[in-house]
């Protein structure tokens, strides 16, 4: 089964885990994939520059409409939820908060969830709220990958325990093996 895009949520602690796993994937994988972390809205970020020092893919900022492709790493912008539409783009919403959050993880597993079902491949890292939780929950219920990072390495374990104690489909892995996980499911 080819997994059409990898998800990977995160908040409070996340960052570091988000580079090492760009830093050392396999550089022959172009599987598109998405990055929802919680940000602050109105600043002036260097986030994504940070991330395309550290990966082989092109790093963009997600914008209402944009074509899903492969070779790209996406990020969903501060004070939007990120949602996927049937032709496969991208849709900006920003409606109430979600677990205190916008974007909220959530949102987005659940949206690529429902189109894509079993392609999709969803990790949630560390963070200091139960947002994702459900949504990987959804992921794992409509057979796509779930992965949780080890509630002993997150730095703010509340968001990958929140989602174990809700399901128990998820790998529980910590950094070294994510990144293992996807060089062997992608390359």
């Known amino acids: 089964m080819k997994r059409e895009v990898i998800i990977i949520g995160g908040s409070a602690g996340a960052f570091d885990s988000i580079l090492s796993i760009l830093n050392n994937l396999d550089k022959s994988i172009n ?56 032709n496969f783009t991208f849709s900006l919403d920003a409606s109430e908060l979600v677990n205190f959050s916008r974007p909220s993880i959530d949102v987005t597993f659940e949206s690529f969830s429902s189109i894509l079902k079993e392609k999709c491949f969803g990790i949630l890292l560390s963070g200091s ?14 057979n796509g990958k779930t992965i949780i990072q080890d509630c002993n390495e997150a730095e703010f374990a509340i968001m990958p325990k929140a989602a174990k104690n809700i399901c128990n489909k998820h790998k529980e892995l910590n950094t070294k093996n994510i990144i293992n996980t996807l060089n062997n499911e992608f390359s």
Not at 131 to 140: E, N, P, R, T
């Open 129 to 142: 709220n139960q947002d994702g939780a459900i949504g990987l929950k959804i992921m794992a219920e409509n």
């Open 31 to 86: 599987t598109p994939i998405v990055i929802v972390l919680h940000r602050l809205k109105n600043t002036v970020t260097t986030f994504e520059a940070i991330l395309q020092r550290n990966t082989h893919y092109t790093v963009k900022e997600i914008e209402d409409k944009d074509k899903i492709e492969k070779g790209f790493l996406y990020t969903a912008p501060a004070d939007y939820h990120v949602l996927l539409e049937e």
